[in-house]
C-alpha cells in the first residue's frame, strides 16, 4: 500500500516570506500527484497536478507554484506568501494513465498560517 | 464546471442513531469518493464507489450514477463518527476531484 508524507506539518511564516511544502510518495511509481487547499472549515480546492516528472497543470491562477523533480516528490512553492496563502495543504496521489481504477488517497497536510 | 451539493450541511445526532447523507452532482462522473475528516485534518478514505452499492461495518454507501446522486449510510452511530463527511467526483481520467462543501457531523453520547 502507499504512503504519503508531509512537511512540515504546521508552519507559521510571515508575509512576504517565501514557502516550500514538501510531498513523498512510497509504495507507488508513476503516479499522479495533487495538491489540494482547504482554507477556514470546509471545501477543498484543486490547485496542481501532474502527471509525471516535470509535468504540471495549474487549476487556478494564484501566488504559489508547483514543481515535480522526481517520479514521487511534488513540492509547492511561493516567492512572497501573502495572508490569503493560509490554510490547509493536502498533498493526493492517484493512478496514472489510462487505468479505469481512479481512487484518490490523501497525505496528513500542512497546516500554513500567514501572518 | 461540475457541481456537487451535500446535505445536510450539519447533522447532530445521539449515539446510536442512524443518518444518511446525500451528495447530488450536475454531470457525470467517472469517479465518486466519500471521505471522513478527522478532528486532525486527515482525510480517510471511505469509499470509492462511482456506481453501485458497497458496504464496510457500519458504513455503507450507493451511487445512482443515472440519477447523480450517491447517499452515505451511518448506522448505530458512535462519537468517533463526528467530523467532516466529503463527497468529491471526477469527470475525467485525469481525475481532478471536485469537492462538495462536506456534512459537518456531531455524534453525542
Known amino acids: 500500500s502507499q504512503t504519503i508524507h508531509q512537511w512540515p506539518a504546521t508552519l507559521v511564516q510571515p508575509v512576504g516570506s517565501p514557502l516550500s511544502l514538501e510531498c513523498t510518495v512510497e509504495?507507488?511509481?508513476?503516479?499522479?500527484l495533487y495538491w489540494y487547499r482547504q482554507a477556514a472549515g470546509r471545501g477543498l480546492q484543486l490547485l496542481f497536478y501532474?502527471?509525471?516528472?516535470?509535468?504540471i497543470s495549474s487549476e487556478v491562477p494564484q501566488n504559489l507554484s508547483a514543481s515535480r523533480p522526481q517520479d514521487r516528490q511534488f513540492i509547492l512553492s511561493s516567492k512572497k506568501l501573502l495572508l490569503s496563502d493560509s490554510g490547509f495543504y493536502l498533498c493526493?496521489?492517484?493512478?496514472?494513465?489510462?487505468?479505469?481504477?481512479?481512487?484518490?488517497?490523501f497525505g496528513p497536510g500542512t497546516r500554513l498560517t500567514v501572518l | 464546471g461540475i457541481q456537487v451539493e451535500q446535505s445536510p450541511p450539519d447533522l447532530i445526532l445521539q449515539e446510536g442513531a442512524n443518518s444518511t447523507l446525500r451528495c447530488n452532482f450536475s454531470?457525470?462522473?467517472?469517479?465518486l469518493q466519500w471521505f471522513h475528516q478527522n478532528p486532525w485534518g486527515q482525510l480517510i478514505n471511505l469509499f470509492y464507489?462511482?456506481?453501485g452499492t458497497k458496504q464496510n461495518g457500519r458504513l455503507s454507501a450507493t451511487t445512482v450514477a443515472t440519477e447523480r446522486y450517491s447517499l452515505l449510510y451511518i448506522s448505530s452511530s458512535q462519537t468517533t463518527d463526528s467530523g467532516v463527511y466529503f463527497c468529491?467526483?471526477?469527470?475525467?481520467?485525469?481525475?481532478?476531484?471536485?469537492f462538495g462543501a462536506g456534512t459537518i457531523l456531531r455524534v453525542k453520547s
Open positions: 501532474s502527471v509525471g516528472i516535470g509535468q
Open positions: 509504495g507507488t511509481s508513476n503516479p499522479n
Open positions: 493526493a496521489t492517484g493512478t496514472s494513465g489510462g487505468s479505469s481504477y481512479n481512487e484518490q488517497f
Open positions: 464507489i462511482p456506481s
Open positions: 454531470d457525470s462522473v467517472n469517479n
Open positions: 468529491a467526483v471526477s469527470m475525467e481520467y485525469g481525475n481532478k476531484l471536485v
